[in-house]
């Protein structure tokens, strides 16, 4: 999108977000928001066509938005008890990966050893262009001896905030710079026994600024169609759980029969 409508798509996220518009309420009708935002009638459906994909907001009926009411939430168990910890033993630490044996006790159990291995926290982005491509690299990976698309991503250096880890990864890995980049989810991928926290961005538009820079992480770059993700996650040719947990996101945010967001 231009950057009056990226403006205005900011300004409607940023209502919601703030509670200008409370969950289950009306947004403006379109002549509103065409005089209130200045912007042109079909720059602005493709805005709010954007913001239906993204579920931020419903249409009803032919020209009429409001935002999503909240859904109903599940509650949690308020009767189980977490595991007690006794302690914890290093074995192994280098600058790479942590090995630990904690002692535990869960409820009703007696008290174990349990491995617990310390990895890097991660970020990882997927970035999509105007004509619902993704930004992805196909890479070699030694550990399952196959290559496979992966999207751009690395390790959140000490200090580093996670958004700009992402950025960077995004840059050095591909050439391109993504515009801006929202976060989805914070998920662990091996939760019983592996502590490596991985964050997931997702955004849209990217600017190529030149070739990738990190030469060891780099592979194939390409803008891979969304519509092709299926297929290749059935062949098995997607790697790494962060771009599986990306990518389902991105296609379960889509709405059926919304038109992908275009260039204004």
Do not use: C
């Amino acid at each position: 999108m231009g950057p009056k409508s990226e403006r205005v798509y900011r300004t409607i996220r940023e209502w919601i977000a703030a509670g200008k518009y409370s969950p289950g309420s009306k947004l403006p009708s379109e002549r509103t928001l065409t005089e209130e935002l200045d912007i042109g009638r079909t720059a602005l459906r493709q805005v709010l066509a954007r913001l239906v994909s993204e579920r931020a907001i419903e249409v009803h009926g032919r020209s009429s938005y409001r935002v999503p009411s909240r859904s109903a939430i599940t509650e949690a168990p308020t009767d189980l008890e977490p595991w007690q910890i006794h302690g914890e033993r290093l074995l192994y630490d280098n600058q790479w990966v942590k090995l630990s044996l904690v002692d535990v006790e869960p409820p009703g159990v007696e008290r174990f050893e349990h491995h617990l291995v310390r990895l890097h926290h991660v970020a990882i982005a997927a970035v999509l262009d105007d004509q619902d491509r993704v930004l992805m690299l196909w890479r070699y990976r030694f550990v399952p001896e196959s290559f496979g698309w992966e999207l751009p991503g690395g390790i959140v250096d000490e200090g580093e905030d996670a958004a700009q880890a992402a950025l960077r990864e995004v840059e050095e890995e591909t050439g391109w710079r993504p515009d801006s980049l929202e976060h989805v989810v914070t998920y662990q991928p091996m939760v019983g026994m592996v502590d490596s926290p991985h964050e997931i961005y997702v955004g849209r538009g990217a600017k190529h600024v030149g070739e990738p820079t990190d030469a060891e992480e780099s592979g194939h770059v390409a803008w891979v169609p969304l519509a092709d993700i299926p297929g290749l996650m059935e062949r098995g040719e997607l790697l790494g759980s962060g771009t599986l947990v990306a990518l389902l996101h991105v296609l379960a945010s889509r709405v059926a029969g919304t038109p992908p967001t275009t260039a204004v």
